[in-house]
């Protein structure tokens, strides 16, 4: 695959993350366009900005690792992952929440390999703030510049925190998961942060029903797996990466078991 390391790997993709938020921030500040893709979802010129700066980054870094980015698939774009291992990006998780000006979006970079996402890197640039994890080391957060370990919790019997999406999914079938946990609380959050908040034992369960990418869930998954926690279809089943039109099927993410 590559010659470096996962902390290495880590550290130049946190550099990349870095760079494509400060890309996004400059745009954050301005009076921007938004356009809508074939799927009617929204896209801007953050999005595609901050796709080209990190798409030529992994291909300098990693050349014979194929990249699989959002922006790039929605033009059509066919990209071959028969080799087991490639990049997945989402340069700008949460488009819906950047455009209401909303600070819960966020960059994702995560490597998969064999199914599974073993490293990834999700910044929040304007909270200022990033997740990263590796599955051959620790899940960590920085915030205001100082890197701290950090793990999922198992859920409590009482008063369990639930995470859900503010802008998608099925919100009756939220509830009825929620009706079945004493006592429970519900927060939302957008963007890829309901992944990171179960690792960092801010929360206990993200579930999401409908639709999503792989590109969406890749980097928080394997911050969440780093920090101990789990991400597994309705049947059970460990969420697998590389499958067909890379859509999900849909989830719940946990902390410890």
Known sequence: MTDMDSDQILAEITALADQAGEKIMGIYRTDFSVRKKDDASPVTEADEVAEKLIVAGLRELTPEIPVVAEEEMAA???????????????????????????????VNIALVKD????????????????????????????????????????????????????????????????DDMPEAEM???????????????????????GHT???????????????GGSVRTLDGAPMLYGKEHFLNDEFIARGLD
């Open 76 to 106: 059509g774009a066919e990209i071959d992952v028969s080799g087991g291992i490639f990049w997945l990006v989402d340069p700008l998780d949460g488009t819906r929440e950047f455009v209401n000006k909303r600070d819960e979006f966020t």
């Open 187 to 209: 927060k939302m959050a957008g963007s890829s942060l309901k992944f990171c908040l179960v690792a960092e034992g801010a929360a206990d369960i993200y579930p999401r029903y």
């Open 115 to 178: 199914t599974v996402p073993v490293l990834g890197v999700v910044g929040a640039p304007a909270v200022g703030t990033l997740y990263a994890g590796a599955l051959d080391g620790d899940a960590i957060i920085r915030r205001d510049g100082k890197f701290t370990k950090i793990s999922a919790r198992k859920q409590p019997e009482r008063k369990a925190v639930m995470i859900a999406s503010r802008s998608h999914g099925d919100k009756d079938a939220v509830q009825k998961l929620l």
């Open 213 to 227: 990418r792989e590109w969406d869930t890749a980097a928080g998954d394997a911050v969440l797996r780093a920090a």
